[in-house]
């Protein structure tokens, strides 16, 4: 009888405890354990304070991935190869940079209860992703280093390049990189099942970073591939029909090359603008500011003659493109394209990469949808 009574006075200190840390959570304290790298946690006040030195590195960070376009890789490289160490001193390492990179803490929020312990009974305690309705998402009472705007940029750029294929995965399969999920936009994974690879179903974390997208199902390649290969027969035909694409046609892809360009232009004069925000707000040294305005410097004038070629080319390198394009469609024999995937799937992948950008793939109770983006 005491036990029991003593089990249900510690559920029940413990359930005061967690609410209250949900209350502090609602009200923008820290309520996680150990701070973030940039922070310190002030007892007396029960909120983040700036660690100005670690902070300034955190800056750094997001300035290279946001403003300089720098990869994750690079990032880490480059943080090394300066010296620069983690909180315990380590080197760092693309976990730990992602793990920043997706901290919303850093924007000045504070998130509680994003994941929650469960017991299984053959392996023990495992955190679970918690259900929505149960995540506080607070503003913080603590500065934040970068702006909210800048974070979610961030997030875009992150969900972007995470959809784009995995190198270690590249080529194994006959659709292995191709597969795109219509719901979430992230590279369907492949595995073998049963002796026959299988287009797996989609389980990708969605970009509020708890719940999955489960909307997809699974599809065996060789369902797949008869589907595939008519769709790709009626597209040649459409391909030699034309012989090429009419001058609309060239002048709306260079316009829209341009744009591009432009816009990535645009895009690095605001990373110029914003490093020398940094500078002025102390956050890094006059000789830092001058290593990357040379560097941000030099890359304008690559993207300026980068537009400027693509002007002086115009429907020539167009021209020439295209009559590729519609060689390698003419000489190329989709009836064997079913069996190569099963006998040759590496040689079959490379051959689909020369024709296809992805395959936008959906496949629910009201079956199998999907649309191919062509080279």
Not at 185 to 211: A, F, Q, W, Y
């Amino acid at each position: 009888m005491e036990s029991f009574v003593g089990h249900m006075e510690g559920r029940s200190i413990s359930g005061r405890l967690v609410e209250g840390k949900r209350n502090n959570a609602r009200n923008g304290m820290w309520v996680n354990g150990s701070p973030p790298y940039g922070y310190m946690y002030d007892k007396n006040t029960r909120k983040l304070v700036l660690m100005l030195q670690e902070a300034a590195i955190v800056r750094t960070i997001f300035d290279m991935y946001l403003y300089e376009d720098k990869s994750i890789a690079e990032i880490v490289r480059t943080l090394n190869e300066r010296g620069e160490r983690t909180a315990k001193g380590h080197k760092w390492n693309g976990s730990s940079i992602a793990r920043m990179l997706q901290n919303p803490v850093y924007a000045g929020k504070i998130i509680y209860g994003k994941n929650r312990e469960i017991k299984l009974p053959s392996k023990g305690r495992k955190n679970r992703s918690n259900d929505r309705d149960k995540v506080i998402v607070a503003q913080g009472t603590h500065d934040p280093i970068i702006r909210s705007d800048e974070f979610e940029r961030v997030q875009d750029i992150l969900n972007e390049r995470r959809s784009l294929p995995k190198q270690r995965n590249k080529g194994k399969y006959a659709l292995s990189s191709l597969m795109v999920c219509s719901f979430c936009g992230n590279t369907l994974s492949m595995e073998m099942n049963h002796g026959r690879p299988v287009v797996k179903k989609c389980k990708h974390i969605l970009e509020d970073g708890i719940s999955r997208c489960t909307e997809n199902r699974g599809i065996q390649q060789q369902k797949f591939m008869p589907l595939l290969v008519e769709r790709l027969k009626k597209h040649r035909e459409r391909i030699l029909s034309k012989d090429g694409m009419t001058d609309t046609e060239k002048q709306e892809q260079i316009h829209r090359q341009l744009s591009d360009l432009n816009e990535s232009l645009q895009r690095t004069i605001l990373a110029k603008e914003r490093i020398l925000e940094t500078y002025y707000d102390g956050f890094i040294s006059k000789e830092e500011l001058s290593r990357r305005m040379n560097d941000i410097e030099m890359k304008i004038h690559q993207q300026e003659g980068e537009i400027q070629r693509l002007k002086e080319s115009g429907n020539i390198l167009e021209e020439q493109v295209q009559q590729v394009k519609t060689e390698t469609w003419r000489d190329l024999d989709l009836d064997l394209m079913t069996e190569l995937a099963e006998v040759d799937p590496i040689g079959c992948n490379r051959v689909l990469k020369k024709l296809i950008d992805r395959i936008v793939f959906k496949y629910t109770s009201d079956g199998v949808r999907f649309r191919i983006q062509y080279k």
